[in-house]
C-alpha cells in the first residue's frame, strides 16, 4: 500500500539549509492504522506531506497503490490526491462561505455534486454526531466540530488511506476517543488504510504499527514504552475544554 525508499527533504542552500529529512524508509500493508510519533521539528509533518503527495522529496521515491509518485505529473498528481488520499489537516482548513455539508462536498465539486453525493456527505456528518450541524458555517461551529467535518471530507471519496495530522489536537478527551472509534471501525470494517501524525500517544495500541522519527530519522522504539504514554501530552481539562472543543 505504502512504501517509501530512502526520502530525503532538504530546505535552503549553504547557512540556510536545513535537512527534514534524512533518509527515511518504511512500509506500511493494505489496512495498516499506524502512527508517525516524534519531537516538535523531528520531520512528522514534512512525511506526512510527502505521503499525502502535497510535496515532493530531494530524492528517494514513494509509492502508494503500487504507484510511484515521482511519475505523475502535476495534474496527475492532483487527481490521485481528491481520488486516492484524504486528508484531515490540524488547522481544519474549512472554507469559511460555505456550510459543513458543502465543505465536506469540496473534493466533489470539480465533477458535480449529485443527490447522492450529497447525501452521502450527510449521512457521513450523521455518523460523526453533526447531524443538526449540517447546515452552519465554520465560524459556528466548535474546533471539534469543524474537526469531525474534515474528516467528512476526508472520506468523501472513498479513498484508500487517509493521512491526519493530529486529529485530536483540538478536542477533548470524549470527543477524541469517539472520533479514534470511528477511524478505528472504518479501517476494520472497510480496510481503510490510516497513517496518524501524532504527540497524543495513548490512543496507540499494541497492534498498531509506529513509526518514531527524530532528526528527520525513522528510528528503533520501544513499543511498550510508547503504550505506556511516553512523551504523552497532558490533555486541557475542565469546563473550558469541553465548551471549545467538543
Do not use: C, W
Not at 472509534?181 to 488504510?193: I, P, Q, S
Request: without cysteine; aromatic residues 6%; proline residues 4%.
Amino acid at each position: 500500500m505504502i512504501e517509501v525508499k530512502n526520502a530525503k527533504k532538504t530546505y535552503g542552500e549553504g547557512p540556510t539549509r536545513v535537512e527534514a529529512l534524512a533518509g527515511v524508509s518504511m512500509k506500511l500493508d493494505p489496512g495498516a492504522f499506524s502512527f508517525i510519533v516524534g519531537p516538535s521539528g523531528s520531520g512528522k509533518t514534512t512525511l506526512l506531506d510527502i505521503l499525502g503527495a502535497l510535496m515532493h522529496p530531494t530524492s528517494g521515491e514513494v509509492y502508494i497503490d503500487g504507484k510511484r509518485l515521482s511519475d505523475f505529473d502535476d495534474y496527475q498528481l492532483a487527481l490521485f490526491r481528491r481520488d486516492r488520499i484524504g486528508f484531515v489537516f490540524q488547522s481544519f482548513n474549512l472554507l469559511p462561505a460555505l456550510t459543513a455539508i458543502e465543505n465536506v462536498l469540496v473534493p466533489v465539486y470539480p465533477e458535480g455534486v449529485t443527490e447522492e453525493s450529497r447525501q452521502k456527505a450527510a449521512k457521513l456528518l450523521m455518523e460523526l454526531g453533526l447531524a443538526d450541524r449540517i447546515n452552519h458555517r465554520p465560524a459556528e461551529l466548535s474546533g471539534g466540530e469543524r474537526q469531525r467535518v474534515a474528516v467528512a471530507r476526508a472520506l468523501i471519496n472513498d479513498p484508500v488511506v487517509v493521512l491526519a495530522d493530529e486529529p485530536t489536537g483540538n478536542l477533548d478527551s470524549r470527543t477524541g476517543n469517539m472520533l479514534f472509534a470511528y477511524m478505528r471501525n472504518l479501517n476494520k470494517e472497510h480496510g481503510v488504510t490510516f497513517v496518524v501524525v501524532t504527540h497524543d500517544t495513548e490512543y496507540i495500541t499494541k497492534d498498531d504499527h509506529v513509526f518514531l522519527i527524530k532528526d528527520g530519522k525513522i528510528t528503533k522504539h520501544d513499543h511498550e514504552k510508547i503504550l505506556k504514554g511516553h512523551g504523552r501530552k497532558k490533555r486541557p481539562r475542565g469546563i473550558h475544554a469541553s465548551r471549545t472543543s467538543t
